[in-house]
């Protein structure tokens, strides 16, 4: 089986399904850990940009060691919304990363 979990920032999905994601890799399903934005926004010092590839490399350690793989959404900190472009995104974006 494959399993996704989608959450805006990895935390979310680390503190919330983390072990629930963790018991499906155990029990040989694939899994993903899906996360819409980059984290590049919320530090005084590091820039943005600098901030976004620490927050990705973590998102994939920590998919990593639950058992699974990182996709990233392709938004930035402050610009997901619910409405059909966000999600047709989503989509296209994480179907690129894993396809079928």
């Known amino acids: 089986m494959r399993v996704l979990a989608i959450g805006a920032h990895s935390v979310n999905i680390k503190l919330l399904c983390g072990g629930t994601m963790a018991t499906y890799a155990k029990n040989g ?3 993903v850990i899906a996360t819409k934005t980059n984290g590049d926004k919320g530090h ?3 820039p943005p940009k ?3 590839k620490i927050r990705l490399e973590e998102a994939r350690r920590a998919a990593s060691i639950l058992g699974g793989q990182h996709a990233w959404v392709r938004f930035t900190d402050g610009d997901v919304f619910h409405d059909r472009k ?3 995104k989503s989509l296209r974006s994480f ?3 894993n396809p079928i």
Do not use: F
């Open 29 to 31: 399903h694939k899994i």
């Open 50 to 52: 600098k901030l976004a």
């Open 95 to 97: 179907a690129r990363q």
């Open 44 to 46: 005084l010092i590091i």
């Open 86 to 88: 966000a999600v047709m």
